[in-house]
């Protein structure tokens, strides 16, 4: 029998639920956007790129980069959002609050990485072609979020129970983001890989987040019609 959530559970769970929803459709809307432009890197710190290659989105298609950092602001809030009610899922807390902030540093590293990238576009749509870019810098910046998500994902799998199938499916896309991300390091072709782990990863917390509040709902009735 699942215990009712008190108001305040129930509306970390209902956050959790829509960003969950909120990353997928960004996920899929970021596979559109490449697949629309597929001519040029929508995202340039995704592999290691020689100079022309790096600056031609910048240069070329200023509004698809704009577009595709608008769309990845939206990403950053909803995967902290989720990862913020997750930690409730957590039976260990020091790992919960681990993961929490690990995701927390990747969020700010993301934000930090798409405000250079949509500077350098808006200037060059403004003013003219950009000829420089702190492309070391972003690759960097890059990396540490990558790291710092990787965290973030493995803390989480590692705080949370495996009581119930549903749960240890979770695990197991945590356990997948992991390795993928990992080998994408090793191997930075294989950074486009990353986006399945992503969609099962929060598919299954979305899953997880609405059945609990549909577990507790008959019982939350009951006591607000006995009050």
Not at 31 to 41: G, I
Not at 100 to 114: P, Q, R, S, Y
């Amino acid at each position: 029998m699942t215990a009712p959530l008190t108001p305040a559970a129930r509306a970390l769970h209902r956050a959790g639920l829509t960003g969950a929803l909120v990353t997928i459709a960004c996920a899929v809307a970021f596979q559109v956007l490449a697949a629309a432009h597929a001519d040029v890197h929508l995202q340039p710190t995704d592999v290691p790129l020689p100079l022309d290659d790096f600056l031609r989105p910048l240069n070329y298609s200023p509004d698809a980069v704009l577009l595709w950092m608008a769309f990845d602001t939206v990403f950053v809030v909803a995967y902290v959002t989720t990862f913020a009610a997750a930690r409730a899922l957590a039976v260990s807390r020091p790992l919960g609050a681990l993961s929490l902030a690990a995701v927390i540093a990747a969020g700010a590293l993301d934000t930090v990485e798409n405000a250079v990238l949509a500077v350098h576009a808006a200037q060059s749509s403004a003013v003219e072609p950009l000829t420089a870019a702190p492309m070391m810098t972003m690759y960097v910046i890059a990396h540490l979020k990558t790291a710092a998500a990787t965290a973030g994902v493995a803390f989480l799998a590692l705080a949370l129970p495996t009581d119930t199938r549903l749960l240890r499916a979770v695990i197991v896309a945590a356990g997948a983001f992991v390795l993928v991300t990992v080998a994408g390091v090793a191997s930075p072709e294989l950074a486009p890989l990353e986006g399945l782990p992503i969609l099962m990863l929060m598919g299954l917390l979305a899953v997880v987040f609405g059945r609990r509040l549909r577990a507790s709902a008959p019982a939350s009735a009951s006591l607000t019609e006995a009050a």
